[in-house]
């Protein structure tokens, strides 16, 4: 016996059971209280700086299981899940112990009564009741080490559900066991291949179906080693898997379908640990409409997250995000299988001019580098292939050399090249028997090459010999049934390893202590307030940024003095805690020149203010800079990332254009000048018509600065936008000509 007895469990028990049919669906709740989270390393905002790796061997690979409610009674849908967990247990090599208040036995195995009857301490405990919660209770006395709950009713049916949810969850941490759902399926106790070779694809779902193209990728000789369907996440999540998967050394790759994150932090987390053991990501990312948003919402109660930012941290952390299940079962493939590449370099080689040519178009509009190879080795391939057909790159060998010893010596010439890091040949229909002696080639010279050959078999049949076994039997050959799908996991393929190969974890340098900066901006913070124009500009220079020569005056005669000191021209400003865009509101004036010009300004920008009734605390005389790149830079507050940090085209370009890229701190030059690349605009900055390059140094900077004001005040600021921030040419700096800050 293990633990204490308790004197309701059994009643309670069979009452659960009974009154559901065994049938785990629709959850029962009641109340319970969440504990402290434990205390780890944090940044500078409080925030955690590595993530925390479950031990889920006992989980995988347990050496005890209890199935709680199991049932042997045909008919009960209890039955075929206690079926298929015990075969599962019987291939893993566990001990399992049924558990039920009325059955002495189950499947010819001893049943026991209830929780506290079970002959040894359990690794797992798989729930097959319709309400988890007083079940995880009980399961606190005999220090199980993993739980699984498969019922549903909770935060994917809306508030109540949720509330239910955070009870579950509570009892959870209480416990001191991890739990897996609720709202799950079976799919971790499915039945891997263990005849295949080579590194494995680990699988993450959120819903079950959609994990199902990478499991049958086992039916082509793929080989998986786990597959975590993580449900609901009052618990486990995906964040958790992708840290563990991330250590596991038979994992070449990770797939995820990912409906929506627990919470932004620990996935950033997770990211860097894969990233920083080398270990591709791929994931599904449902959220890109608000259709989409909705839908995942209501399947897992889950967070979708604004898309551009997820889209963009997953960027940032090396995650490859595709659209499809086919595209991700594709990708990952490749990456869990092929070897470094030596090169970025891809020739495309094929029989007909126009497959090449066609296939070369979209190759490049993807952004792969197809080199033109070098008259030396154009001359070498036209030993084997006729003058008249070009073999620059694309490669066309007119299709007679293929069904010779040709052949073969042309696909060895072209890896031959050091420029050459990837062979694609698509082979748009089958033509027996050529296509029969390409595709042996092919699979012949990747077993002699450490490059990559993919080979696109474009028949709709797909039974040929040539297709089901020779390049599905090959384990270097990439086999690819698109266009679309090769060039979107060749991509994947090299940009992967350009990322690892520099990365370095923006976490090892983040802040863990606050600067002088924090300390002079925190007193200017006004809680649940907008700062003014000048605050919020004081708020700036705390952080080292450059604003105009400036004075806030009180009186038309303060101004008149105040452009002397600032020096002639000068623009006035209405500045006040309420005024958002003033320009709107003729709140403006450039460009002015003389006293009097000031002091009609001054008279006009104060009776607008009385007039649409905004309150101010001055006007501003600034300096007036005019020759240079607007640019915006600003903080917003993510509900699932914190902080985020945005840097786009500024003035009415903003939002005309919406040409902005976003980064969430900690990130590191290389990601603030990789923002600047992103933008459409970017040719501005290198200076177009006649202009001279901006001062590309100097809004990096800017950037940074931003990014550290934004990790040390954390939610104390709920936006910050600077626009413009005018950046002039090379090496003369950047100027933040307005600011509007809004405290939390």
């Known amino acids: 016996?293990?633990?204490?007895?308790?004197?309701?469990?059994?009643?309670?028990?069979?009452?659960?059971?009974?009154?559901?049919?065994?049938?785990?669906?629709?959850?029962?709740?009641?109340?319970?209280?969440?504990?402290?989270?434990?205390?780890?390393?944090?940044?500078?905002?409080?925030?955690?700086?590595?993530?925390?790796?479950?031990?889920?061997?006992?989980?995988?690979?347990?050496?005890?299981?209890?199935?709680?409610?199991?049932?042997?009674?045909?008919?009960?849908?209890?039955?075929?899940?206690?079926?298929?967990?015990?075969?599962w247990a019987d291939r893993v090599g566990a001990r399992i112990h049924p558990v039920h208040p009325t059955r002495p036995t189950v499947f010819g195995l001893a049943c026991h009564a209830s929780v506290a009857d079970l002959p040894e301490q359990v690794d797992l405990a798989v729930l097959l009741v319709s309400d988890?919660?007083?079940?995880?209770?009980?399961?606190?006395?005999?220090?199980?080490?993993?739980?699984?709950?498969?019922?549903?009713?909770?935060?994917?049916?809306?508030?109540?559900?949720?509330?239910?949810?955070?009870?579950?969850?509570?009892?959870?941490?209480?416990?001191?066991?991890?739990?897996?759902?609720?709202?799950?399926?079976?799919?971790?106790?499915?039945?891997?291949?263990?005849?295949?070779?080579?590194?494995?694809?680990?699988?993450?779902?959120?819903?079950?179906?959609?994990?199902?193209?990478?499991?049958?990728?086992?039916?082509?000789?793929?080989?998986?080693?786990?597959?975590?369907?993580?449900?609901?996440?009052?618990?486990?999540?995906?964040?958790?898997?992708?840290?563990?998967?991330?250590?596991?050394?038979?994992?070449?790759?990770i797939a995820c379908y990912v409906e929506g994150l627990k919470d932004g932090r620990s996935f950033l987390l997770a990211a860097d640990r894969a990233a920083r053991n080398g270990v591709p990501v791929v994931a599904v990312k449902v959220g890109r409409t608000e259709a989409g948003a909705r839908m995942a919402a209501s399947h897992t109660g889950k967070l979708t997250g604004a898309d551009t930012v997820v889209d963009a941290a997953m960027r940032q952390f090396g995650v490859i995000r595709v659209d499809g299940l086919d595209e991700l079962q594709d990708t990952a493939a490749l990456l869990a299988r092929a070897r470094r590449p030596e090169a970025d370099g891809v020739v495309v080689y094929s029989i007909s001019g126009g497959t090449g040519a066609h296939f070369s178009d979209l190759a490049t509009e993807a952004g792969l580098t197809l080199p033109?190879?070098?008259?030396?080795?154009?001359?070498?391939?036209?030993?084997?292939?006729?003058?008249?057909?070009?073999?620059?790159?694309?490669?066309?060998?007119?299709?007679?050399?293929?069904?010779?010893?040709?052949?073969?010596?042309?696909?060895?010439?072209?890896?031959?090249?050091?420029?050459?890091?990837?062979?694609?040949?698509?082979?748009?229909?089958?033509?027996?028997?050529?296509?029969d002696k390409l595709a042996q080639d092919l699979v012949d010279a990747a077993e002699q090459s450490d490059k990559l050959i993919c080979v696109i078999w474009g028949s709709p049949v797909g039974t040929e010999d040539a297709y089901r076994t020779t390049l599905l039997g090959s384990s270097r050959v990439a086999t690819f049934r698109t266009f679309g799908n090769c060039i979107t996991a060749v991509r994947a393929y090299l940009g992967h390893h350009r990322f690892t190969d520099r990365y370095r974890s923006p976490f090892e340098d983040a802040p863990r202590t606050p600067s002088p900066s924090y300390r002079k901006a925190q007193a200017l913070m006004r809680p649940g307030q907008q700062l003014s124009e000048h605050a919020a500009k004081q708020l700036l220079r705390a952080y080292g940024i450059r604003v105009p020569r400036e004075q806030l005056v009180t009186s038309a005669a303060a101004a008149v003095r105040a452009a002397g000191l600032v020096g002639y021209p000068v623009v006035m400003k209405a500045s006040g805690p309420q005024l958002g865009h003033k320009t709107e509101l003729g709140l403006v004036k450039i460009g002015l020149t003389s006293a009097s010009q000031i002091r009609d300004a001054y008279r006009e920008l104060t009776d607008i203010a009385r007039y649409e009734n905004v309150p101010l605390d001055g006007i501003l005389v600034?300096?007036?800079?005019?020759?240079?790149?607007?640019?915006?830079?600003?903080?917003?507050?993510?509900?699932?990332?914190?902080?985020?940090?945005?840097?786009?085209?500024?003035?009415?370009?903003?939002?005309?254009?919406?040409?902005?890229?976003?980064?969430?701190?900690?990130?590191?030059?290389?990601?603030?000048r990789a923002m600047l690349t992103e933008l459409r605009g970017h040719a501005l900055l290198e200076g177009v018509r006649g202009a001279p390059p901006a001062d590309v140094d100097a809004l990096v900077e800017v950037v940074l600065r931003i990014q550290r004001m934004a990790l040390e005040l954390g939610d104390e600021l709920s936006e910050l936008d600077i626009n413009p921030l005018m950046v002039l040419p090379r090496g003369q700096g950047a100027v933040a000509l307005d600011a509007l800050a809004i405290c939390r």
């Open 1 to 87: 016996m293990l633990g204490s007895t308790h004197g309701t469990l059994t009643t309670d028990f069979r009452a659960r059971v009974e009154a559901c049919g065994e049938t785990p669906r629709t959850a029962v709740h009641s109340s319970a209280a969440p504990s402290a989270d434990d205390a780890i390393p944090v940044d500078v905002s409080g925030r955690p700086l590595h993530a925390d790796v479950p031990d889920l061997d006992r989980f995988f690979r347990p050496e005890s299981v209890a199935v709680i409610g199991a049932s042997d009674a045909e008919g009960r849908p209890n039955t075929g899940i206690t079926r298929q967990l015990i075969a």
């Open 622 to 672: 600034c300096q007036m800079v005019e020759r240079g790149v607007e640019m915006v830079v600003g903080v917003t507050q993510d509900d699932l990332f914190g902080p985020t940090v945005t840097v786009g085209l500024g003035g009415v370009l903003v939002e005309v254009l919406h040409d902005a890229a976003v980064r969430v701190p900690p990130f590191g030059e290389d990601q603030a």
């Open 372 to 435: 033109t190879l070098s008259q030396a080795k154009q001359d070498e391939l036209h030993q084997w292939i006729p003058p008249y057909l070009n073999v620059a790159n694309p490669v066309d060998n007119g299709g007679h050399p293929v069904g010779d010893w040709r052949g073969r010596k042309i696909i060895d010439a072209i890896l031959a090249d050091p420029s050459v890091g990837v062979l694609i040949c698509p082979i748009t229909g089958p033509f027996p028997p050529m296509s």
């Open 132 to 253: 988890p919660l007083p079940v995880i209770e009980e399961l606190a006395d005999t220090k199980v080490k993993f739980a699984v709950a498969f019922a549903s009713g909770f935060a994917e049916t809306g508030g109540a559900g949720a509330a239910a949810q955070e009870r579950l969850a509570a009892a959870v941490r209480r416990s001191g066991l991890r739990l897996l759902g609720p709202n799950t399926n079976l799919n971790a106790f499915e039945a891997f291949r263990d005849d295949l070779d080579g590194p494995a694809i680990a699988l993450i779902t959120q819903s079950g179906h959609q994990g199902r193209p990478v499991y049958t990728l086992q039916e082509l000789g793929i080989r998986l080693s786990h597959w975590a369907p993580t449900g609901n996440e009052a618990d486990l999540e995906t964040s958790d898997f992708i840290s563990y998967f991330a250590e596991q050394p038979e994992v070449g790759a």
